[in-house]
């Protein structure tokens, strides 16, 4: 999921200044588990822009708002609360927001910063264990990622800084070298960990990323 934090009030404001007329989108998954974007925070969002003069036409929360046609279709379902609007905020990732520019000619704000692609761990605890490197190494490493868990994506084991198993940057948290370790010697699969791996190859993934059916551009 994509994790998100809600930008400040204050930008928020800034950027409603001059729209009188507001429409609010919501997304139903990673937004509402990061409560930046479910129903509730799309309402709070709601009350506050009325508090400080502005009129919202209405709302609506998108289950998955990247999805482009689900997003033009909850745009068509509201079209009559849209036209009344002369700005539409999008609760979600910078994806929901890009989305919502393809349904709609207004301007589309976004509410919030997107943080990282995050394993979702407990309620509100979320940690980033996949980069999206286009590459994946997870198949000598023990499913751990060290691209993204080592703070300097180091792929031949630990730094010199490691001390007793924690990482040097964080000595809160373990090495991820020391994760990978203890989890290739439980696999009986140590010898993975002493082969040599080439240079990670960062031009594996293009930007934009795009795929089109088996095939990415």
């Not at 207004?106 to 309620?123: A, E, I």
């Amino acid at each position: 999921m994509i994790i998100t934090k809600q930008k400040p009030m204050d930008d928020i404001m800034r950027m409603a200044k001059g729209h009188k007329h507001v429409f609010i989108v919501g997304c139903g998954q990673c937004s509402t588990q990061c409560q930046t974007g479910g129903e509730w925070e799309v309402e709070e969002l709601g009350r506050m822009l009325t508090e400080e003069g502005h009129k919202i036409t209405g709302s609506t929360v998108v289950y998955a708002p990247c999805h482009e046609l689900d997003t033009k279709r909850h745009f068509r379902k509201h079209k009559e609360q849209v036209a009344r609007a002369d700005v539409v905020f999008v609760m979600s990732c910078g994806a929901g927001v890009q989305a919502a520019v393809e349904a709609t000619d207004l301007p589309v704000y976004p509410t919030n910063d997107s943080l990282f692609l995050g394993n979702s761990q407990r309620h509100m605890h979320f940690q980033e264990k996949c980069s999206t490197c286009g590459e994946c190494v997870l198949e000598w490493s023990g499913g751990i990622c060290p691209v993204t868990r080592c703070p300097k994506g180091l792929l031949n084991g630990p730094c010199g800084g490691t001390n007793h198993g924690n990482c040097e940057v964080d000595d809160e948290k373990p090495c991820v070298w020391t994760l990978i370790y203890e989890r290739l010697e439980g696999l009986g699969q140590l010898d993975q960990y002493r082969e040599i791996q080439p240079p990670k190859n960062y031009a594996a993934i293009k930007r934009p990323g795009q795929m089109r059916g088996e095939q990415d551009f």
